[in-house]
Structure formats: structure tokens, C-alpha cells
């Protein structure tokens, strides 16, 4: 998938890697992609509440060897 932005959070906990996607998010402009790699668990469960509530578009999101892939679009 293509994306605009890329955050690397890997090694990082809650709340950090959404603190951190959030400051990425402002930084970009509206309908852009960013790819978020992280290890944290929880994040699944983060990513899906916070797009909920901010209206970002989680596009999708994979897991592979302990690592956490989520592509994320702007509202």
C-alpha cells in the first residue's frame, strides 16, 4: 500500500505510539496515508478506539514477528 508518511513507534507504549500518530496526522494533509510500525499489543486496540473517535480512517492494519503495521488515512 502506498503512504505519504511514516511513524516508527516500535519499542514504545501506550499512550506514546497514539501521541506520537497524532502529532504525524497534523503534520499532513487531509486524505494522506500514514504507515505506523509498532511492537506494543495494545496498539491494535488503541489505533481502532482513537480513529473512532478522531475520524481517521484506519485502512488496515497487519501483524508479523512481534510487530504491529497499521496504515492510517486523514480525515
Known amino acids: ?3 505519504d508518511k511514516e511513524l516508527d513507534a516500535r519499542g514504545l ?9 497524532k502529532k504525524a496526522l497534523n503534520e499532513m494533509q487531509s486524505g ?3 504507515r505506523i510500525v509498532a511492537t506494543d499489543p495494545g496498539s491494535v486496540k488503541d ?3 482513537f480513529c473512532k473517535q478522531t475520524g481517521n480512517v484506519l485502512l488496515s ?7 504491529f503495521t497499521f496504515y492510517m488515512k486523514r480525515k
Open 32 to 34: 494522506q496515508v500514514l
Open 1 to 3: 500500500m502506498n503512504f
Open 61 to 67: 492494519h497487519a501483524a508479523a514477528d512481534r510487530e
Open 47 to 49: 489505533f481502532e478506539a
Open 13 to 21: 507504549n501506550c499512550p506514546l505510539p497514539i501521541l506520537r500518530a
